[in-house]
């Protein structure tokens, strides 16, 4: 058994009052399976419960990706990547797990797909230079189904939004630092410790006046947020319509199979 099978998927370490959780597969890219969707839900739910937690920074392990999305092997087993202690945590267990709690994205590299719609799910992002965000999640006959596809266009311009989402391209750090999709962009030997200071700026302040506020920002109420509702039935009816296509099949195989795919619309 290798150390990568016996090591959890989620690292949590304590740094006073900030909790900093590393997604820790840098031998998948940081994909999310089964396993992180449920440790990182766990980390956010007892951040959320935990008075002397005031901030998650979240981050991936390595230098080369923050998350590359889905894990495709996994699924390809037939394994469940979404959280088995709650399901309706969503995606990498915090897609739809409301907390009030801030947490910061740390991006240490790649952000595509499901590992842009985590950064997305933040409060803020601090990125390293080399770091690019995408959802290219069309060019292999897919959706933006975690929440990307309406959650981008609510947080860059609508037609920078519509670009990115339709042509699949991703963005450099710099491009979205001047798009307001991100907070700051830095070095990325300086990336964590970045990170770790603005989560103390915040953890700095009342904690029971900055969650409020971010409840109040955000519109959450009892755990949930209503201004999505929504939009996540909508996402999942058209995620069912997608996946079930037989573009959806070309797509992932195609890749596979190192080629252009070819696309039936149907």
């Not at 890749?255 to 795919?261: D, G, I, L, T, V």
Request: charged share 25%; proline share 5%.
């Amino acid at each position: 058994m290798t150390s990568s099978e016996t090591r959890p998927a989620v690292r949590t370490e304590r740094r006073e009052h900030v909790l900093l959780v590393t997604i820790d597969r840098p031998e998948a890219r940081n994909a999310v399976n089964g396993e992180v969707s449920t440790l990182l839900g766990r980390a956010l739910h007892e951040a959320d419960t935990d008075p002397e937690i005031r901030v998650v920074v979240l981050t991936g392990s390595g230098e080369q990706s923050f998350c590359a999305g889905a894990d495709l092997k996994a699924i390809s087993r037939g394994e469940d990547i979404f959280p088995a202690e709650n399901r309706q945590w969503g995606f990498a267990g915090m897609m739809q797990h409301y907390v009030s709690v801030p947490v910061i994205a740390a991006v240490n590299g790649t952000a595509l797909g499901g590992g842009c719609e985590i950064a997305l799910a933040c409060d803020l992002v601090v990125a390293a230079d080399h770091a690019v965000f995408g959802l290219p999640e069309v060019r292999r006959g897919l959706i933006a189904a975690a929440g990307g596809a309406f959650r981008l266009p609510a947080q860059v311009p609508h037609r920078v939004a519509m670009e990115m989402i339709l042509t699949g391209q991703p963005v450099t750090a710099e491009r979205a630092l001047d798009l307001h999709l991100i907070n700051r962009v830095v070095p990325a030997a300086d990336l964590l410790d970045s990170a770790l200071e603005l989560a103390g700026v915040i953890a700095a302040n009342a904690p029971v006046a900055v969650q409020a506020s971010k409840r109040v920002a955000l519109g959450i109420s009892d755990g949930a947020r209503a201004a999505e509702d929504d939009r996540w039935k909508v996402s999942d009816t058209e995620m069912i319509t997608v996946m079930t296509s037989e573009d959806a099949a070309e797509g992932p195989r195609a890749f596979a199979e190192k080629r252009e795919p070819v696309w039936r619309a149907r």
